[in-house]
């Protein structure tokens, strides 16, 4: 158990009151944060109040639509989170350091050609470390994030976001493993069709397929930004909740969607063309976690960066 930490004047903080005030600041939702701590609402609310009145000032601004963090709250967030994660990852490193990697690794993945990636990267995991089993199961992008905190993955390989380390709190993600050609899914009868490459600029003459609003804000930024380089503004058509929904949103001519270079491959439909883009950035692939990395993370990531260096 992580221990509690000597605040205000040396109360000690406890742990269910450390996690409440993290996972509240992060979320800004009490139904949320009550989902992934596993108790009520109301238990969260009595525990922010109660360091509330131990602070002697709010911590979170709330209104009957919204809930945010007061300026003490965010400071104190700020200078509490990475205190907490290394306290985390200290604790695991002593337990790991006794027994090595034994145990249980949960792996997700992002469509099927991260999933082979990780079967590759499996095998040699588990070639150096026999006692620790690894469970594979395939993730929407919308899980990702939510995966991750609730501790449904320890690890899920995905697309990077463009020079976002740590797209959310508490997660972090990469090195880059890979890299492939960014190219545009349009309908099979669409203009752009016949084309040999299109430029991002071009998005502005087409309507963009959107991704949900449950994703984080920076995830949808970075895969469907609402303007090009220049700033001209591109029109956001239809959500798709899922991959093959959004495909079939553009097989059926209602948008088009960038996507990465192996989605030609393994997502061939007669309906959607694949055009590459002459002047986008390539898309990167990763693995996501927590800041808490446990020692058989390190070694998973060890092994899939090892596994795509070889010769």
């Not at 944060?33 to 109301?42: N, Q």
């Not at 989170?81 to 949960?106: K, M, Q, Y």
């Not at 009868?189 to 502005?204: C, K, N, Q, T, Y």
Request: proline share 8%; net charge neutral.
């Amino acid at each position: 158990m992580k221990p509690g930490l000597t605040m205000w004047g040396g109360g000690m903080l406890e742990r269910h009151e450390l996690e409440a005030f993290l996972t509240l600041a992060e979320e800004l939702h009490f139904g949320r944060t009550a989902e992934r701590l596993h108790v009520s609402t109301s238990r969260i609310s009595q525990t922010i109040a109660k360091l509330e009145r131990r602070a002697g000032v709010p911590l979170f601004e709330r209104t009957s639509r919204r809930v945010a963090l007061s300026a003490v709250g965010r400071r104190l967030y700020e200078e509490v989170r990475p205190a907490w994660t290394r306290i985390g990852d200290a604790f695991e490193r002593a337990v790991e350091s006794g027994r090595g990697v034994t145990g249980t690794l949960n792996v997700a993945f992002t469509g099927p050609a991260a999933g082979q990636l990780l079967v590759g990267a499996t095998e040699l995991f588990r070639e150096r470390y026999p006692d620790c089993d690894v469970r594979l199961r395939e993730a929407q992008i919308a899980d990702v994030v939510p995966w991750l905190r609730d501790g449904v993955a320890d690890l899920v390989l995905a697309q990077l976001l463009a020079h976002v380390p740590a797209p959310e709190p508490g997660i972090v993600s990469g090195p880059v493993l890979v890299r492939e050609a960014r190219m545009l899914a349009v309908p099979a009868g669409h203009p752009f069709a016949r084309r040999e490459s299109v430029s991002v600029e071009d998005l502005a003459r087409a309507t963009v397929l959107r991704m949900p609003e449950t994703l984080p804000a920076s995830i949808r930024a970075d895969r469907t930004p609402r303007r090009t380089p220049s700033g001209r503004p591109i029109e956001a058509g239809p959500v798709g909740a899922t991959f093959q929904e959004i495909l079939t949103l553009i097989g059926a001519g209602q948008g088009v969607f960038p996507v990465g270079a192996q989605t030609r491959r393994y997502h061939a439909r007669p309906d959607v063309a694949y055009v590459p883009f002459e002047d986008a950035p390539p898309v990167e692939w990763g693995l996501w976690r927590t800041e808490a990395a446990t020692a058989r993370v390190r070694a998973f990531a060890q092994a899939a960066h090892d596994l795509l260096r070889e010769p």
